[in-house]
């Protein structure tokens, strides 16, 4: 069997392709047809961990729930994670295959491309439709002859393509045209139809720029999708959280999350607001304020980061505020950075050395040259401060770490499972106060249970009249996505497109 497929591009980085790709991905799945998300490379720091212990973007994680099914390294087969010294890690099939600057990558593509073919022949062999995202734009006309995400994918599968631009940045109409022009004919040919995303105004007042569209391109504008913060899922670019950081308190808990440099799966945080809390990405000291939590994510370069915020006065403002008893968090890197030191011998990170933590729990961390990409199950072995009423509570997530942490002080979780069998050993550190506290788990707060009762003990510590809320039922965002898409898409035209019939 050979699956239908449709490809997703985007006249720039941030367009919107992952976000109309799972719609898609749930369209089909609604209608009955078994469908896959692909992205043959994706350069993003938000990642995820397979039940194979394969490393993918989170993207097409959550195109794969989006579809109902469970996400493969051959959704994602090439993921680079970009570090300092515009160097990135390479992740060929899950798995790290080394450090490339970019004139180096480009030199492997041809071999890259073999397994980008193989991943997605495999997925066409068991799904009858394949959503294909692109990368950036497919307008990079220096990049060309080396690409293999965009028009080379779609030319070789013959592949319809939806362009996507974004009009809420502004120049929509140009970025189309231009992309097309800079086109080839035999790429140009693969464009089907315009999709215009995050549109906030009258439709009526855009209706003249639509037919000027079509009139000079000859190709059809498919659809005006509206700008929507109520059916937000997780994004692969931090451009993102330039929009997010500008959120302002709404009577919840006010929560700040550190915008590291090289900040990595934020969409960690995403059910806080879907539980009625503010979430701010701060960059600098004074942007702090007084929050009712301090949370340090994930990041792909602790010790740069570290030096980051040590350099912006961050440290002593958030060793401030835990003093004074607010809540300090931090998930994998940002665990690290709340430890005594962090040591990385063998230069796993760049260049070898240490550099001190922020001193707020008793571990040292440690790299080493093997990255760890697991799915867990843990159960909370804390009862006391932030975990009062969790104890025994089960939580799943993933861990994506290069990193070794030890030292003294009281273990947050036990893992109990992987994918692999049962397993025993502790996670995270939680302070004597119970106010702050790290662990290695990604995806802790997208138990919906756990997040509950965990923001409902913050609550009564730091603002007893917060409005808290039971968030959404994680399924319901992708049909609520769908049916936003579905409502302002011509899928008549779509279906036509992808099947040759309405």
Do not use: W
Not at 172 to 179: E, H, K, P, Q, R
Not at 282 to 288: G, I, Q, S, T
Not at 324 to 338: F, K, N, S
Not at 449 to 470: G, S, T
Request: proline share 5%; net charge negative; aromatic share 6%.
């Amino acid at each position: 069997m050979t699956a239908r497929t449709v490809m997703v591009q985007g006249t720039a980085s941030s367009a919107g392709k992952s976000i109309i790709a799972a719609a898609l991905c749930r369209i089909f799945h609604q209608r009955g047809y078994r469908v896959a998300p692909f992205k043959s490379q994706n350069m993003a720091l938000n990642s995820f961990v397979t039940r194979e212990g394969g490393e993918i973007g989170r993207a097409q994680a959550v195109q794969a729930e989006a579809a109902g099914i469970e996400a493969t390294v051959d959704m994602n087969p090439v993921l680079l994670k970009p570090e300092a010294d515009a160097m990135s890690q390479v992740i060929v099939l899950g798995k790290v295959a080394g450090k490339l600057k970019a004139e180096e990558y480009y030199e492997h593509t041809p071999d890259l491309l073999k397994v980008v073919v193989g991943a997605l022949d495999r997925l066409c062999a068991v799904y009858d439709v394949i959503v294909i995202e692109g990368a950036g734009s497919p307008a990079e006309v220096n990049l060309k002859e080396q690409e293999i995400a965009n028009m080379r994918i779609a030319y070789l599968r013959q592949t319809p393509v939806l362009l996507v631009g974004d009009i809420d940045r502004g120049g929509v109409f140009a970025s189309l045209v231009g992309t097309l022009e800079l086109l080839g004919p035999e790429d140009r040919e693969l464009i089907k139809g315009f999709v215009i995303n995050k549109f906030r105004g009258n439709l009526d007042l855009l209706r003249p720029g639509l037919d000027f569209l079509e009139q000079r391109t000859g190709k059809p504008v498919l659809g005006v999708i509206p700008y929507s913060r109520d059916v937000a899922v997780a994004q692969e670019d931090s451009v993102y959280l330039d929009e997010r950081r500008r959120s302002s308190v709404n009577g919840g808990l006010d929560v700040v999350v550190i915008r590291l440099p090289r900040v990595a799966n934020y969409d960690d945080f995403d059910p806080l607001e879907e539980a009625g809390c503010s979430v701010r990405y701060v960059r600098v000291a004074d942007e702090l304020g007084m929050p009712d939590m301090v949370i340090l994510p994930g990041t792909k370069s602790t010790m740069a980061d570290l030096e980051y915020v040590r350099h912006q006065g961050l440290d002593r403002a958030i060793m401030s505020l835990a003093e004074a008893g607010t809540p300090v968090v931090g998930i994998c890197g940002g665990y690290q950075m709340l430890g005594r030191v962090v040591s990385d011998p063998g230069g796993v990170e760049g260049i070898p050395g240490s550099v001190p933590g922020l001193g707020l729990l008793d571990i040292d961390t440690v790299f080493r040259p093997e990255k760890r990409t697991v799915q867990v199950e843990a159960r909370v072995v804390c009862d006391t401060g932030l975990f009062a009423g969790l104890g025994g509570m089960e939580v799943g997530g993933y861990e994506i770490h290069m990193g070794v942490s030890s030292g003294d002080g009281r273990p947050l979780f036990r893992v109990t499972a992987t994918p692999q069998g049962s397993t025993d050993y502790p996670d995270g550190r939680v302070s004597g106060s119970g106010l702050v506290f790290g662990t290695y788990i990604h995806g802790l707060f997208h138990n919906a249970e756990f997040a509950r009762r965990f923001l409902e003990n913050v609550r009564r510590l730091r603002k007893p009249d917060a409005l808290l809320y039971q968030g959404r039922v994680h399924d319901d965002r992708y049909n609520r996505l769908a049916r936003l898409v579905r409502e302002n898409l011509d899928m008549g035209r779509v279906y036509e497109i992808v099947f040759g019939r309405r």
